[in-house]
C-alpha cells in the first residue's frame, strides 16, 4: 500500500510560481514512477508531468512544456512539479500519483490507468 499527499496549492497572480510537493509514504517512492495531473472544473482529469524511477525520463503535457519541471528527491521521498509563468487557464485541483504496478510507458503515455494510487489533490489557482 502506498499513500500520496500533496501540498502546496494556493492563489497566485498570473506570470507567478508555485512549487507543489507530494510525499509518499509505505513504500519507497524511488522504486517507481510518478505523476502529475489535473482537474479543472467540468472538465475532465488531465496529465500534466511524469518522471521515471530513476528521475532520468520526464514527459509533459503541451500545455506546459517550458513552464512546469518534474523533479524527485528520493532521500525525501518526495515529488515536485515547480510551476513558473502561471496562467489562468492553469486553475484546476492538482493530483499525484505513483505507479506502482503500471506498464513501463506509463511515463511516456501518461495514462492515467497506469497509475495506481492517488492523492487527495491540492487546488491551484491563477487570476488574472
Known amino acids: 500500500q502506498v499513500q500520496v499527499v500533496e501540498s502546496g496549492g494556493g492563489l497566485v497572480q498570473a506570470g507567478g510560481s508555485l512549487r507543489l510537493s507530494c510525499v509518499g509514504s509505505g513504500r519507497p517512492c524511488s522504486s517507481f514512477a510518478m505523476g502529475w495531473f489535473r482537474q479543472a472544473p467540468g472538465k475532465e482529469r488531465e496529465f500534466v508531468a511524469a518522471v521515471n524511477w530513476s528521475g532520468r525520463e520526464t514527459n509533459y503535457a503541451e500545455s506546459v512544456k517550458g513552464r512546469f519541471s518534474i523533479s524527485r528527491d528520493s532521500a525525501e521521498n518526495t515529488v515536485y512539479l515547480q510551476m513558473n509563468s502561471l496562467k489562468p487557464e492553469d486553475t484546476a485541483v492538482y493530483y499525484c500519483?505513483?505507479?506502482?504496478?503500471?506498464?513501463?510507458?506509463?511515463?511516456?503515455?501518461?495514462?492515467?490507468?497506469?497509475?495506481?494510487?492517488w492523492g487527495q489533490g491540492t487546488q491551484v489557482t491563477v487570476s488574472s
Open positions: 500519483a505513483a505507479s506502482v504496478y503500471g506498464p513501463s510507458s506509463t511515463v511516456q503515455t501518461g495514462d492515467p490507468r497506469g497509475f495506481d494510487y
